[in-house]
T-cell receptor, first 111, second 116 residues
């Protein structure tokens, strides 16, 4: 089993649609959770951190369920510029800090 | 946020030669940096953890004699791909955490290596 698993995608949605990405992680000792965005041939960039209480940043809402070891990202009113790969990222400290990436979910938003 | 600079952004080299990639933290000191490799349409795979002043910790399956990592200062880690072969062609990215600035990782711009 992969340490971080994501929806395989790709997701093809029209502009204005709402799209949700899911992610599960296997290590219950995981401490920090993030969603990163990666554009083609570019480095990943932090989209938002994920907290147990849930957090929202504009059109983006992230949720964390520690009991189920599940993370989600909701994008409302999709824009063409949202087209990218979204990476679920988990960090943990097991005698040394480690960041683990999910395989990513590709999103294509079409006009 | 913190800034991590990676150089070069792309490099083409002949098979059998060695290539050095630099990763610098510009506005913070990073005792630990991470090196990743990403093949097309795949996720980032952690290769090794670079520790300032000590040996790097390599992930299973990564040849430490082929991917030499040096972390000689708190702001610089280097990855040298020795005796590169076409199958080493990939996107290499470094990252670092900035102490006191949350727990997220900050990434360099990545280096696209093509071995011909």
């Amino acid at each position: 089993r992969k340490e971080v698993e994501q929806d395989p995608g790709p997701f093809n949605v029209p502009e204005g649609a709402t799209v949700a990405f899911n992610c599960t992680y296997s290590n219950s000792a995981s401490q920090s959770f993030f969603w990163y965005r990666q554009d083609c041939r570019k480095e990943p960039k932090l989209l938002m951190s994920v907290y147990s209480s849930g957090n929202e940043d504009g059109r983006f809402t992230a949720q964390l369920n520690r009991a189920s070891q599940y993370i989600s990202l909701l994008i409302r009113d999709s824009k063409l510029s949202d087209s990218a790969t979204y990476l679920c990222v988990v960090s943990l400290n097991t005698g040394g800090f480690k960041t683990i990436f999910g395989a990513g979910t590709r999103l294509f938003v079409k006009a | 946020g913190a800034v991590v600079s990676q150089h070069p952004s792309w490099v083409i080299c002949k098979s059998g030669t060695s290539v050095k990639i630099e990763c610098r933290s510009l506005d913070f000191q990073a005792t630990t940096m991470f090196w990743y490799r990403q093949f097309p349409k795949q996720s980032l795979m952690l290769m090794a953890t670079s520790n300032e002043g000590s040996k790097a910790t390599y992930e299973q399956g990564v040849e430490k004699d082929k991917f030499l990592i040096n972390h000689a200062s708190l702001t610089l880690s280097t990855l040298t791909v020795t005796s590169a072969h076409p199958e080493d062609s990939s996107f290499y990215i470094c990252s670092a955490r900035a102490p006191g600035i949350g727990t997220e990782a900050f990434f360099g711009q990545g280096t696209r290596l093509t071995v011909v």
